[in-house]
């Protein structure tokens, strides 16, 4: 049974997306004033009545990470004073996902302190894609639904006559390349990197055929696009007919645009999880997916107390 009134929310981070949701779901975008006073402290002011709703709030902590991160808990906390029945927060980029677990003595677990900050800010539940790391789920103790944009971008990569093969730019992305080759009937070859600092790689052998082949490097997200530009040159480098990337999160930070350009890539196919303001005339190989389908049809389900898992592949 429905918990109260749906409404959609969003601050500022990527209100494209959360309009095609509403677009998806027929409703209206629930009005909220997203501000700053001349200091810079954000500012937040509720439109409607939601005492008693369901509200879901669309908010990536995408760049600026740390201005959207207290956007969205300074949002949750004006939602939870104002008496919501149950608020989620969807955030289909969660930022500081890559720091799930100490590397270093004296290191923090950031993505544990994300977490945290969430929860006191008065989430009751957490909709996210494609996390880095799986384990950040455990960093709450609320129900929180890991959705996976694969039906999205497999539904493209159908599209593909040739003889494809997936490849996993390292050694951690192998189990996601084997799930989108076993789907697409592909062959699968993995790159072995050396990182030699953090956001620089090398790529260095190919495991696997890749010649002749349409090879798709395939990861969770594209930030400075060192990796994934390394990976296209030795593909190429042993025999691959044609390179194409996929990742579900265009973080495309520093000279990330400019390398994709320059790159040997014929395509690179991202989704809107992140909102890519004029990069993609900065970089035309771009494809934008939208994933206001799939996050629509999570939000339903999760309003009318359905099955989520019905929308993995």
């Given at each position: 049974m429905a918990i109260g009134e749906l409404k959609i929310m969003t601050g500022s981070a990527n209100p494209g997306l959360a309009k095609e949701i509403c677009n998806h779901l027929g409703c209206e975008l629930t009005q909220c004033l997203t501000d700053t006073f001349s200091d810079g402290e954000i500012r937040v002011e509720i439109g409607s009545n939601v005492r008693g709703a369901d509200v879901f709030v669309v908010q990536p902590t995408c760049a600026p990470v740390n201005f959207h991160l207290m956007e969205l808990c300074i949002l949750l906390d004006a939602l939870k004073r104002a008496s919501v029945g149950r608020v989620t927060a969807v955030v289909p980029y969660y930022g500081?996902?890559?720091?799930?677990?100490?590397?270093?003595p004296r290191a923090p677990i950031s993505a544990k302190l994300v977490a945290d900050f969430l929860t006191v800010a008065g989430i009751d539940r957490l909709v996210t894609v494609d996390l880095h790391a799986g384990q950040i789920q455990g960093f709450f103790n609320l129900p929180v639904d890991n959705i996976y944009a694969a039906p999205v971008l497999l539904e493209h990569l159908r599209k593909t006559d040739d003889d494809i093969v997936?490849?996993?730019?390292d050694a951690g992305g192998v189990e996601r390349a084997r799930a989108y080759a076993k789907r697409l009937g592909a062959s699968l070859a993995i790159i072995d990197k050396r990182r030699d600092a953090p956001n620089q790689a090398k790529a260095m052998n190919?495991?696997?055929?890749?010649?002749?082949?349409t090879a798709i490097v395939l990861d969770d997200m594209i930030d400075t696009?060192?990796?994934?530009?390394?990976?296209?040159?030795?593909?190429?480098?042993n025999g691959a007919k044609e390179v194409m990337a996929c990742a579900t999160?265009?973080?495309?930070?520093?000279?990330?645009?400019?390398?994709?350009?320059?790159?040997?890539y014929s395509q690179v196919i991202v989704t809107n999880s992140i909102p890519m303001g004029n990069k993609v005339e900065q970089c035309p190989k771009l494809q934008v997916l939208s994933l206001a389908s799939l996050l629509g049809k999570a939000i339903h389900n999760i309003h009318t107390e359905s099955s989520v898992s019905v929308l993995f592949v």
């Open positions: 500081y996902a890559r720091q799930d677990r100490k590397v270093a997936m490849v996993s730019p190919v495991i696997g055929d890749v010649k002749g082949k696009a060192g990796t994934i530009t390394a990976a296209a040159d030795v593909l190429m480098e999160h265009a973080v495309l930070s520093g000279p990330a645009t400019e390398r994709l350009q320059k790159s040997l």
